[in-house]
């Protein structure tokens, strides 16, 4: 959930980290627990990974990343929120992938799964990479 004033709140299912509160426990009693981000214009969720979107164009995410989705170059599920990328003017997260809009330009990158040519790099290619 993106408050109004720019702060990000997880709850419901912890499977993968997706909450993004480094939690041990699947279902959290809280109704509402908030990240350590400010000043995010934008949200992206799906299934098991999340990012939200800074004002200034800094891409944070978290959950899931057994396809690289999460963005921070390894396969690790993160369990809380990580810098992943400057310069973003927009996300979306999809099923094992997620992409970017950029500022500059506004070029199009995106990381995670590649096995039906999710990244629109041409490759449709089994595997995963990174920005």
């Known amino acids: 959930m993106l408050f109004s004033d720019g702060r990000v709140g997880c709850f419901g299912s912890n499977d993968s980290g997706r909450l ?13 627990g908030l990240l350590p981000l400010t000043d ?6 799906r299934d098991n990974h ?28 993160q369990v809380t929120p990580v810098l992943v990328r400057s310069g973003a ?3 979306v997260t999809a099923l094992l992938h997620t992409c970017v809009v950029l500022k500059e330009g506004g070029g199009v990158e995106c990381t995670g799964s590649d096995a039906l040519g999710q990244r629109g790099d ?5 595997g995963f990479g990174t920005w």
């Open 20 to 32: 993004g509160r480094n939690l041990a426990t699947t279902l959290t009693s809280e109704p509402m």
């Open 40 to 45: 995010i214009t934008a949200i992206a969720t």
């Open 50 to 77: 999340a990012c939200a979107l800074q004002a200034d164009g800094d891409l944070y995410c978290w959950g899931e990343n057994s396809a690289q989705q999460v963005g921070n170059g390894n396969t690790t599920d």
């Open 89 to 91: 003017a927009r996300v």
């Open 122 to 126: 041409g490759a449709a290619q089994a």
